[in-house]
């Protein structure tokens, strides 16, 4: 079984426990988006006007518990038991 974990606000949850989790821009469940590919937020191309921004750093959507994430991939680890 693969559990899906992600820091959120400094602790470490299991994305599947909550029935209602969606990640990714296509609002996949935590194992269906793992499954299909992990798609994250990462701009290959910067502008200029932006270069020292958070805006261009890459990032994955997190809906848990009824709140959105905009977090980076590293605040996430893949758990098969």
């Known amino acids: 079984m693969k559990k899906i974990y992600a820091c959120l606000l400094g602790e470490w ?11 990714g821009e296509k609002g996949q469940s ?11 937020f990462f701009p290959v191309t910067r502008n200029d ?7 261009n750093l890459e990032y994955v959507n997190v809906f848990y ?3 959105s994430y905009r977090i980076h991939p590293t605040l996430i680890q893949i758990v098969i038991e």
Request: negative net charge.
């Open 13 to 23: 949850v299991c994305l599947n426990d909550d029935p209602e989790c969606v990640v």
């Open 30 to 40: 935590p194992v269906l988006w793992w499954n299909e590919g992990a798609e994250i």
């Open 65 to 67: 518990r009824g709140k």
């Open 49 to 55: 006007d932006m270069a020292n921004s958070m805006y």
